[in-house]
């Protein structure tokens, strides 16, 4: 039996989503009579006001990937240092450790099953290899986590968070989303940045990622940073996941923000009532706050 590792998306699949993306802001730049904006900053595309939008679209949406240097140039950003932190310069070290942890884990699948291997104590993995690399990120990395909930905790601070990986600070005015849920078509959803932050900072509130359950790994909580949301019935929905990529020495140290199209639209609707629409043209929603003053005409 392999071990099994994670993947990152496939270069073509990368490629795809990237394209697609592009497409969906040149349509929406043409309907609002804006132009595209080139490049990787939060803002897509430019309207005659000389305002920015940032056009999201798809499932998923990627608001961020940053690089150590710059999550510690942020402003509000910086508090995820410490899960950059917990893992060695050395990426060669990192993967080799990793692959040495793997291994045994394998090996013990194969000595005495997987039921065994997935309630395997961690202590004995550590007691196995006394010092490596990939189990010792693992728990700083947990540790970090918890640090990073405890600073979102605050309203203050989850606001100024949200607006620095969303909008820049105040850099993007909207934002547009691509709604493609049953009966809406396509349409571009678009919402002023002031009102988005409002809700998603009265709705959201920070977890740490539970253990995972792979037989194959190290299985530590607190991986991930989660924001989360209470659903109609009372449970924790994940509407935003923050991880760290070490995909690959390239790709290794990197902060991954992570956004669920169908839940952020979600919460909007249920704070925007769709009877504040504007609509601009056959395929553009301006909602709430978007929809007065002067900037759609």
């Not at 410490?82 to 884990?105: G, N, Q, V, W």
């Not at 550590?126 to 600073?151: G, H, M, P, W």
């Amino acid at each position: 039996m392999a071990i099994k590792k994670r993947r990152a998306a496939s270069s073509e699949t990368s490629r795809e989503k990237k394209l697609g993306g592009h497409q969906n802001e040149h349509d929406y730049a043409d309907l609002i009579g804006g132009e595209r904006i080139k490049g990787t900053q939060k803002g897509d595309v430019e309207d005659l006001n000389g305002n920015l939008h940032s056009v999201k679209s798809g499932k998923k949406w990627q608001i961020f990937l940053y690089s150590y240097d710059r999550i510690l140039e942020s402003k509000h950003l910086k508090i995820l240092s410490p899960c950059l932190d917990a893992f060695t310069i050395d990426s060669e070290k990192y993967f080799t450790d990793r692959e040495l942890c793997l291994e045994f884990k394998e090996s013990y699948i194969k000595k005495h099953g997987r039921s065994k291997a997935k309630v395997l104590p961690n202590s004995e993995i550590k007691d196995r290899f006394k010092e490596n690399s990939y189990v010792d990120a693992k728990d700083r990395l947990s540790i970090a986590t918890q640090s990073v909930c405890e600073n979102l905790i605050s309203k203050k601070a989850l606001r100024n968070f949200l607006g620095e990986a969303i909008f820049n600070g105040v850099e993007v005015k909207f934002l547009a989303i691509k709604d493609d849920t049953l009966r809406c078509d396509g349409v571009f959803r678009v919402y002023e940045r002031e009102q988005v932050l409002k809700i998603l900072t009265e709705e959201l509130f920070p977890l740490v990622s539970n253990a995972g359950k792979v037989p194959e790994d190290y299985n530590v909580a607190g991986q991930k940073t989660r924001l989360c949301y209470k659903t109609e019935q009372g449970a924790d929905r994940n509407i935003v996941e923050i991880e760290i990529r070490n995909d690959s020495p390239v790709h290794y140290r990197e902060v991954r923000f992570n956004m669920k199209s169908k839940d952020t639209l979600k919460l909007l609707k249920k704070h925007i009532d769709d009877r504040t629409a504007k609509k601009i043209g056959q395929n553009v929603l301006a909602l709430g706050n978007a929809a007065t003053g002067k900037y759609f005409d």
